[in-house]
């Protein structure tokens, strides 16, 4: 069974520019959650998806991110524009449902220079 | 908001010593899981907790859940270099919330 797939896994940008990273969930897996991890850090939920509907996106800044998750299955979050702070870890993961374990992508790490 | 906290920060133990990391909770939790993330890798579910003072052993790893359900600690019987990495506890609250609240981990490194 494939895991969650991210992309891209490197991501290096000048600041106030755009940024998107992609998350594929594994197959069937309803919930979607989008995590931002800082170094030595525990990851920290910024939008979590149920299907299509994002029930959960209140640690979302919502002035420069957003994600869409359309027709259910991948999700994108988008940054902008990017700046220095945003540098970080974004890890994707998925679970059958809202209290099921949770499978992480490997993440894809962003440096905004 | 829900804090857990996470103690040490660091562990730095010979191969073959024993390792423990403790959790703690601000709120009483429904339910609390222990991942592990390599060097460089994601985040590794390793198990979950669900009732007042659980126990549960995953060959050398023995995971406690506190009676108040407000605490936890994982504990490895004589490390291997396999063992490295990043140990985060998760707390979830009780109701509709789902959301897991992660501690700062605790890094453990092992001497050969």
């Known amino acids: 069974e494939a895991g969650v797939v991210q992309s891209p896994r490197y991501k290096i940008i000048e600041k106030k520019q755009p940024v998107a990273f992609w998350c594929n969930p594994i197959s069937g897996h309803n919930t979607l959650y989008w995590y931002l991890q800082n170094l030595g850090q525990g990851p920290e939920l910024l939008i979590r998806y149920e299907n299509e509907e994002a029930v959960d996106d209140s640690q979302l800044p919502k002035d420069r991110f957003s994600a869409e998750r359309l027709k259910g299955v991948d999700s994108t979050l988008k940054i902008q524009p990017a700046e220095l702070g945003d540098s970080a870890v974004y890890l994707c993961a998925s679970s059958l449902g809202g209290h099921e374990t949770q499978y992480f992508g490997p993440g894809t790490r962003l440096l905004v220079l | 908001g829900q804090q857990v906290m996470q103690i040490p920060q660091y562990q730095h133990v010979q191969e073959g010593e024993d390792f423990t990391t403790y959790c703690n909770s601000s709120t009483t939790l429904s339910n609390i899981q222990w991942y592990k993330q390599r060097p460089g890798g994601h985040p590794v579910f390793l198990i979950q907790?669900?009732?007042?003072?659980e126990v549960k052993k995953q060959k050398r790893l023995t995971f406690q859940f506190g009676e108040a359900k407000k605490n936890s600690s994982l504990h490895i019987t004589a490390t291997q270099t396999t063992d490295v990495g990043t140990y985060f506890c998760?707390?979830?609250?009780?109701?509709?919330?789902?959301?897991?609240?992660f501690g700062k981990g605790t890094l453990l490194t092992v001497n050969p």
């Open positions: 998760a707390g979830r609250s009780g109701g509709s919330n789902y959301k897991l609240t």
């Open positions: 907790l669900v009732k007042s003072g």
